[in-house]
Structure formats: structure tokens, C-alpha cells
């Protein structure tokens, strides 16, 4: 793992990599690039091809540019928001870091409050995903549908 932390580093820039975060499905860092806190998220090709987290990430930024709060979706060096490392394949890649805090039902926010503000976001999220054509280059994502 320290040759993928290490050549993630130079291919995003990064000042420095901080703890891990998690990794239940990725590998999660908290790292800095030019003294911004940022996420360096590590997904190994055993869990997702690199074509489902390019889809995943462009549906994020469009999301970014429409208002949702969520992270930006960084580039790399190369100018890419997925970067494959490793001979056992690792994709990397890099988000904005947020403000906030982690909630969970021990939390004092776990109330109707903070249950208000996510159903508004969610139903945000529909709105503008209605207006989201998927560009050519990135690979549709699944759909569900009732048979």
C-alpha cells in the first residue's frame, strides 16, 4: 500500500497524507494538496472498474455545478479524476473535503431537523438528475427498474 500512497501523492500533487479514514470498500485518506484538506479515495479493481467510478465522479461534478452540496471531484497531474496505480490496480482518485461532521444515531443532531435537510437535499438531487445527459465518453450507469 505504501507504493500506491506514494504514487497517488505525485499524481495528485499532494503536500502530505494524513490518517486513514476508513476501508470497509476504499481505502480513505485525509490528505492536503496546495494546504487544502482534501480526500484521497483508493478503490481496488476487485471492487469497481475504473469505467463505473469515472461515472460515478462525473455525476458527482454535475451534481457540484448545479448547487448540490456535495465534494468537487479534483484533477490529477494528468488532468484525470481517475488515476490507475499498481500492478494489483488501484483507482484514485480526489475530492474537495466538505465542512461538517460525522452523524450517527448517537449524535445530538440525530433528530427531524437534520431528517428535514437530507430528504431536501435528496429530493434536490432528483431534480437535477433529471437534466443530466450522460456524455459519451463515460459509461451509463445502472438503472433500476421494477419487472
Known amino acids: 500500500m505504501h507504493d500506491v500512497l506514494k504514487e497517488a501523492q505525485a499524481l495528485f500533487k499532494l503536500d502530505r497524507i494524513g490518517e486513514k479514514l476508513g476501508d470497509f470498500e476504499n481505502f480513505v485518506f485525509d490528505v492536503k494538496r496546495e494546504g487544502k484538506p482534501s480526500i484521497l479515495r483508493l478503490t481496488h479493481s476487485s471492487h469497481r472498474e475504473k469505467e463505473e467510478i469515472i461515472s460515478e465522479l462525473d455525476w458527482m461534478n454535475f451534481f457540484h455545478a448545479?448547487?448540490?452540496?456535495?465534494p468537487e471531484v479534483l484533477q490529477s497531474v494528468n488532468g484525470e479524476f481517475v488515476e490507475q496505480i499498481g500492478p494489483s490496480s488501484f483507482s484514485a482518485a480526489l475530492f474537495s473535503k466538505v465542512p461538517g461532521r460525522t452523524v450517527n444515531v448517537q449524535s445530538e443532531p440525530f433528530d427531524s431537523p437534520l431528517f428535514f435537510t437530507w430528504g431536501k437535499t435528496i429530493g434536490k438531487m432528483h431534480q437535477v438528475t433529471k437534466?443530466?445527459?450522460v456524455?459519451?465518453?463515460?459509461?451509463?450507469r445502472p438503472e433500476y427498474a421494477e419487472g
Open 66 to 70: 448545479n448547487g448540490i452540496h456535495v
Open 131 to 133: 437534466s443530466y445527459d
Open 135 to 140: 456524455p459519451d465518453v463515460v459509461k451509463g
